[in-house]
């Protein structure tokens, strides 16, 4: 009973779902709704790395309101979010705290990074104790340059994220 | 990778060891390992050092110029407060004096940043207490002013804006009627905040006789800023060692007595309205003039040291620079406000409530990246 595929809909991966229950013609509407579903819903973690931060926090003020693009606010347990915002530079220190937040975080994740710092070390690219770029540790799919990055960037970015999910598989 | 240090340590007895941060809707880039007894912080050991990105290490290789950039980068709320005692010590090290607009205008830079931050922080202290207007009000605000900010220095929040013998470029023809307008609307947004933030029940209950400091312990502890003048001690670096030209404006210094979360909320609210009344006076005693004293060739000091203090937003910022003659400065040391309100916070945290912990965390401005350098 338990086995029986058809049951399992919300448990497993939803690739192995799809390629079980769902007839093969149907696939690509579940896979668009799917998507459409959760890139209007990206939760940020609250990460702040450094000063990037103050422009993710006037991103989400009244006159940019990255919420109008289905960002939502960065508050809450990483458990429920799906995007790291890696707000500027990664110390040695932070370094670990990042990897272990982004492992704790349930699949599917995507990972932005914003600012020059994030990107390749950036203004500090000979700093003792600067990660010269977080795509060492943790895979990133969309990159902000700027330091730090305009609200109006880190939008455009974050709809750059959404079309890559848009068109990811399932 | 092992438990990147975050180990739970289990004191015995009712007592319980709490991490918070550096992942924290309240933390910020910076963790605080609190021991709990019931409901009460019996001790409280600050963890910072997660941006520390080695600035004074890199002043050493760069030179005067080069090194104004990566040195606004720790406070970019307040960047030219963090840029102006640096760019005034290179300026003893250099031997070189502004011309009289340019420090007028870096004044105005100056308040404008002070405006700025204070409203940055005033929105996130909103966040805080659970006050989700307060968060958007402060920062639609704010953006007024990062728009005169920006017609001014070019940028949004990271100007470099003020480099030794003056400043990069002039102010636009018509800032003057911008910023009064601004200023007259903001005037009157002020006491809707009083209205709506800092006259509500629940804002007071929440942070009156919460995290109180005595001036005794303020002194010890080296407070500077609006939270030493919380404790009604009207110490302020702009008129004890007017620097710039702050000794031809007049403003009045906000101080309060109790010490409180409160009392430090109400002396940033106070000081948003003496930074406009500095603004405009010096609007109206700006002249035209040379902006800048040229250089010629490379910034070399000659050997010896000098140090500045100035007033920025969370405090007193103090540079101290050693030079031995060469392009590149031997040592520059910074001392910051937000290191000293971290050992502030240390000592309120100890014996309050641990549901007060908020209040009291970013009543005192502590802004980590500042503080780790």
Redesign the interface.
């Known amino acids: 009973m338990v086995n029986d595929p058809t049951l399992n809909l919300l448990v497993g991966k939803v690739s192995d779902i799809l390629d079980t229950t769902i007839e093969k013609n149907v696939r690509e509407p579940v896979r668009f709704l799917v998507n459409w579903g959760r890139l209007y819903s990206l939760w940020p ?7 990037c ?3 993710f ?2 991103a ?4 940019h309101d990255v919420e109008r693009f289905g960002m939502l606010e ?3 347990s ?1 458990r429920q979010c799906d995007v790291l915002v890696v707000q500027g ?1 990664v ?1 040695r ?2 370094a ?2 990042m ?3 982004y492992e704790q975080m349930p699949e599917p994740k995507w990972v932005i990074a914003m600012g020059a710092c994030a990107i390749s070390g950036g ?2 690219m ?5 990660l010269q770029g977080v795509d060492k540790i943790v895979p990133v799919d969309v990159y902000i340059p700027g ?2 990055p ?1 609200p109006e960037t880190l939008i455009q970015g974050i709809i750059e994220l959404q079309n890559k999910i848009r068109k990811s598989k399932v | ?1 092992k438990n ?3 180990n739970i340590e289990d004191k015995g007895g009712d007592q319980l060891v709490l991490h918070v941060g ?4 309240g933390s ?2 910076f963790r605080i390992i609190v021991t709990v007894d019931g409901d009460y912080i019996v001790g409280a050991k600050p963890d910072p ?6 600035a004074e ?2 002043a050493e ?1 760069r030179d005067y110029i080069q090194n104004i ?2 040195l606004e ?5 307040d960047a030219t407060g963090v840029t102006l005692p640096y760019v005034l010590t290179a300026e003893k090290i250099i031997d070189v004096e502004a011309p009289e607009r340019a420090q007028y205008i870096r004044m105005i830079m100056a308040e404008l940043n002070r405006i700025i931050s204070h409203l ?1 922080w005033l ?2 202290y909103g966040i805080f207490l659970g006050h989700s207007t307060m ?2 009000w402060p ?2 605000d ?2 007024l002013f990062i728009d005169l900010a920006e017609s001014i220095g070019g940028t ?3 100007f470099s804006y003020v480099v030794p013998g003056g400043v990069r470029n002039d102010m636009p023809t018509n800032f003057k009627e911008r910023a009064l307008k601004t200023f007259d609307y903001f005037e009157r947004r002020i006491e809707e905040y009083k209205k709506i933030f800092f006259n509500n029940p629940i804002m007071t209950a929440r942070t009156e006789s919460v995290g109180i400091l005595s001036p005794a312990d303020a002194i010890k502890l080296g407070i500077t800023g609006s939270n030493l003048r919380a404790v009604g001690i009207d110490s302020d670096t702009r008129k004890d060692e007017p620097y710039c030209l702050y000794d031809r404006v007049d403003f009045e210094i906000p101080t309060r007595k109790e010490g409180d979360s409160y009392a430090r909320c109400i002396v940033r609210l106070e000081e948003l309205q003496q930074s406009m009344n500095i603004m405009k006076q010096v609007l109206d005693l700006i002249e035209p003039g040379p902006i800048k004293q040229v250089i010629g060739g490379v910034m070399r000091g000659e050997p010896g040291e000098a140090f500045v203090r100035t007033e920025a937003a969370r405090g007193t910022m103090f540079y101290h620079i050693v030079s031995d003659g060469e392009k590149n400065p031997y040592r520059v040391k910074i001392s910051v406000p937000s290191f000293r309100n971290l050992i502030g916070m240390t000592h309120l945290l100890v014996g309050s409530k641990l549901a007060d912990m908020p209040a009291i965390y970013w009543s005192l401005d502590y802004w980590p ?1 500042e503080a780790d350098r």
């Open positions: 973690v609250h990460l702040e790395t450094a000063c931060s103050i422009e926090g006037a989400s003020g009244p006159r960065a508050f809450g990483l530079t110390t220190k932070m670990p705290r990897k272990w937040v203004l500090y000979d700093s003792y104790n600067v330091c730090p305009r | 990778m990147a240090g975050m550096p992942q924290h809707p910020g880039h050092g997660y941006v520390h990105r080695g290490k890199m290789y950039p990566h980068r720790p406070v970019i709320i940055y929105g996130i968060f958007m920062m639609g704010r953006e949004r929040v990271t990246v």
